[in-house]
């Protein structure tokens, strides 16, 4: 499997069309993970106007495009410079502002430690391993300051259309993301307390999402590749914002939906580790 560096990355990152880039904001404006996250941020701080924000990893920086039009102030960090591009491009087309960041998560920069209210990411910590799983864990308290609060999402090992999916691409040879080990919610917990973080919660995103990782194996798709292009290229995909309704959540999203999301937060004293 390819090696989580920079170059992987760029090489993955594309930009997408207008119509999309508006499209993949709204549809994550009206999901779970989001409503969540909002409730979450309010409840701590009231509003966002004031907050000091980093996603970490961020790729496009969906989640802080979320918050910068709710009047965040957000940073965007990202080692691969094909990211932090397609990031530029799609914050113009939402019409949010922000500080775009080419940094190592794993070599912060002292003037980032300390600084900000809430810090996040959204399928980076996955593909770290031993000592670099636990210290970019680390990376998210370190930018916050005393009492900020952290969420990081990634995938969970509990769900079976992921877990599916995977072993099937990388059989395939049709997994491009590299190395990626997802999470359980007790691992999670198990960082919290390496990390000395004693006021943690884990939540998911909604289950339906995972139906995303089965359609990728409908076995038509996946032997009718030729038609299904040439199907494609005839009907353009539509980005209809108007289509899409809020997502509905069960109870068994926070243990076998694909997102897991570790909510916890910095102490204010902070104890010798
Ligand atoms: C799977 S993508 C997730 C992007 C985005 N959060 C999303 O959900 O679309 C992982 C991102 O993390 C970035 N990344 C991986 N390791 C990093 C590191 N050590 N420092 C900074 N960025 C890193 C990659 O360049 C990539 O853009």
Not at 29 to 39: A, G, L
Not at 247 to 265: M, P
Request: glycine letters at 6%; hydrophobic letters at 40%; proline letters at 5%.
């Amino acid at each position: 499997m390819s090696q989580n560096t920079p170059q992987l990355w760029d090489h993955l990152w594309k930009i997408n069309t207008p119509e999309e880039d508006l499209y993949r904001l709204a549809q994550e404006e009206y999901s779970v993970r989001w409503r969540k996250i909002k409730d979450r941020i309010e409840c701590n701080y009231g509003s966002f106007p004031g907050l000091k924000v980093i996603e970490i990893g961020a790729g496009t920086g969906t989640y802080a495009a979320l918050m910068a039009r709710q009047g965040a102030e957000v940073t965007i960090l990202d080692y691969s410079e094909r990211a932090l591009d397609k990031a530029k491009i799609f914050f113009e087309r939402n019409q949010v502002k922000a500080n775009f960041i080419l940094q190592d998560a794993l070599n912060l920069p002292s003037e980032l430690l300390g600084t900000f209210d809430v810090s996040m990411s959204f399928g980076l910590t996955e593909h770290f391993l031993g000592e670099q799983r636990l210290a970019i864990n680390r990376a998210h308290f370190d930018v916050l300051k005393p009492g900020g609060l952290t969420f990081i999402s990634v995938p969970n090992k509990y769900n079976p259309p992921y877990r599916l999916y995977k072993f099937v691409a990388q059989l395939t040879g049709k997994w491009l993301v590299g190395e990626e080990y997802p999470y359980s919610r007790s691992e999670l917990f198990v960082i919290c307390r390496k990390l000395n973080i004693a006021e943690n919660q884990v939540f998911g995103e909604s289950l339906k999402q995972s139906n995303y990782f089965l359609d990728l194996l409908n076995p038509w798709r996946l032997t009718n590749k030729f038609l299904l292009k040439r199907k494609m290229a005839e009907t353009p995909t539509r980005f209809d914002v108007s289509a899409l309704k809020p997502e509905q959540a069960t109870f068994l999203d926070d243990y076998v939906s694909y997102a897991l999301v570790l909510y916890a937060r910095k102490p204010v004293v902070v104890k010798e580790q």
